[in-house]
């Protein structure tokens, strides 16, 4: 009997079977998305905590380095002072006098029987439609596009009161 050789074809099977065996280890060292997001966000957050430690550190060294008061180098800066403490307690007589007032004008109309005024019932009916809608997250793309779309007109009405060029404006959901 003579040698059995090889046929030509069972060169390109063991080709193709190298092939295919090449790929599925690849496929095996490539890492999968799960993988790949894990390292992302692991990565975020390894660096969110070391910016968060450094912010940390920095305050405790500015909070043991800036324990005495800081001494006035001018009459102006004492000047300065003073006149902020000034501003802030009229801001809080003129909170407490607003405050005051709009309580007895809802007092008053309490008293008045405003519950039976068709117009308080639409904007009582209007608040609850309102947030149904904002829990259900029904319609939250178009009403993002409307914000979206209010707070870029604004962009450019300031641009147009400034005397300036809008050349163009991409307006989305998304931002």
């Known amino acids: 009997m003579g040698r059995l050789r090889p046929s030509k074809t069972s060169g390109r099977k063991n080709w193709e ?6 790929r599925r280890e690849a496929r095996k060292k490539r890492a999968s998305w799960s993988e790949v997001w894990s390292s992302v966000t692991h990565q975020a957050e390894a660096k969110t905590n070391k910016h ?23 009459f102006w800066d004492v000047l300065q002072v003073w006149l902020n403490w000034v501003w802030g307690a009229g801001f809080f007589v003129l909170t407490y006098l607003i405050g005051a007032a709009v309580f007895m ?5 309490v008293q008045q029987g405003f519950l039976l005024k068709p117009v308080i019932w639409c904007f009582l009916g209007g608040g609850a439609l309102w947030a149904l809608i904002f829990y259900t997250r029904v319609l ?9 779309l209010g707070h870029e007109l604004t962009h450019a ?3 147009w009161v400034f005397l300036g060029r809008i050349s163009d404006m991409a307006i989305t959901s998304e931002g």
Do not use: Q, W
């Not at 079977?17 to 090449?22: E, K, L, P, Y």
């Not at 004008?105 to 109309?109: A, D, L, R, S, Y």
């Open 52 to 74: 968060l430690r450094d912010r940390r550190d920095d305050r405790r060294e500015k909070r043991y380095h800036t324990t005495l008061a800081k001494p006035y180098d001018s």
């Open 17 to 22: 079977n190298s092939s295919v065996r090449r």
């Open 157 to 159: 009405f300031f641009v």
């Open 140 to 148: 939250e793309r178009f009403f993002l596009f409307l914000y979206v």
């Open 105 to 109: 004008k809802f007092k008053v109309e």
